[in-house]
């Protein structure tokens, strides 16, 4: 079966440029996170939606970051005018629970590897 | 806010046994899941544990202790294929949408 995808799977992009990054979760899936995963480290938690809503955008480290999910399926998040420091793999994980206590946990995509050169 | 703690590396012989520790500091803890992560992949679940107890499966299993702010990740009968790193990572009940908190990952390193 149609896991969580993620296109493109390697991004190269010159310091100052934008990038787009599109996440296509599990059909029928209604919460979507992205995540930011350093070389060596855990994923970091960068937003939230749930369906069309992004109801938490804590993670994001400034507003270079922008994310959106018009239709409460695919997401893109994108990085204007990218720096070194953006250089990470970006995850994008959904999953059918919104919120309830159960034991259904996120699924992951392959994330995207960003290279700011 | 949350702090999860876990080693960052361990070797192991293959057909060992790891204990891969993981203790955590959460204001509205609502349950605690293992994840494995090959290199260049993505995460893929392993295991959840809301109540104390010890859950198993095959040859993982995790323990949870709620007072004590600890888990722990048993892999036995270690295999090659085992060699990744272990994510530690508590849900959130007060969080938008439950979201998960990751420590750092162990790099699980298995030699023959």
């Known amino acids: 079966g149609a896991g969580v995808s993620q296109s493109p799977r390697y991004k190269v992009a010159k310091r100052g440029q934008d990038v787009a990054l599109r996440c296509d979760p599990i059909?029928?899936?209604?919460?979507l996170f992205w995540y930011q995963q350093a070389l060596g480290q855990g994923p970091e938690f960068l937003t939230y939606f749930q369906n069309e809503a992004q109801l938490d955008k804590s993670g994001l480290p400034s507003d270079r970051f922008f994310a959106e999910r018009p239709e409460g399926s695919v997401s893109t998040l994108k990085i204007q005018r990218t720096q070194q420091e953006d250089s990470a793999v970006y995850l994008c994980?959904?999953?059918?629970?919104?919120?309830?206590?159960?034991?259904?946990?996120?699924?992951f995509g392959p994330g995207t590897r960003l290279t700011v050169t | 806010g949350q702090n999860i703690d876990q080693p960052t590396e361990m070797t192991a012989t293959e057909g060992a046994i790891v204990q891969i520790n993981c203790t955590y500091q959460t204001s509205g803890f609502n349950g605690l899941f293992w994840y494995q992560q090959h290199a260049g992949e993505a995460p893929t679940f392993l295991s959840y544990n809301v109540l104390d107890g010890l859950e198993e499966k095959g040859r993982f299993s995790s323990f949870l202790s709620r007072s004590k702010g600890y888990s722990y990740l048993l892999l036995k009968e270690l295999q090659m294929k085992d060699s990744a790193s272990y994510l530690c990572?508590?849900?959130?009940?007060?969080?938008?949408?439950?979201?998960?908190?990751f420590g750092g990952g162990t790099r699980v390193l298995v030699k023959p």
């Open positions: 990572a508590v849900r959130d009940l007060k969080a938008a949408g439950n979201k998960l908190t």
């Open positions: 059909s029928g899936h209604v919460s």
């Open positions: 994980a959904s999953s059918l629970a919104r919120g309830a206590r159960t034991g259904l946990y996120p699924y």
